[in-house]
């Protein structure tokens, strides 16, 4: 089928560039691109990734929303002892 098509220029460009490439003509380029285009459309769709909960074993009571500021604590406290061993 005879048809015009108004493409981007670098769209047209990048057919153009896979076309040497690949020794191929531009109209072979193209129509290949466009089935592989279509193509992945029609494929399945991926199922959507899930987490599953666990539990961390947290102690009751214990706030988490803290602990990077916690392991901080803990970290300059360590380097603290670490300075005063030095001397």
Not at 8 to 31: P, W
Not at 48 to 73: C, F, H, I, T, W
């Amino acid at each position: 089928m005879r048809t015009t098509v108004t493409l981007d220029d670098d769209v047209a460009a990048k057919l153009k560039e896979e076309a040497h490439r690949q020794k191929k003509s531009f109209k072979e380029m193209l129509n290949s691109s466009v089935r592989r285009g279509l193509q992945s459309e029609n494929a399945k769709t991926a199922k959507p990734y899930r987490v599953k909960p666990r539990s961390m074993g947290a102690r009751p009571g214990l706030n988490l929303d803290r602990a990077l500021q916690l392991s901080g604590e803990l970290e300059d406290a360590e380097t603290a002892r670490r300075l005063s061993l030095r001397k």
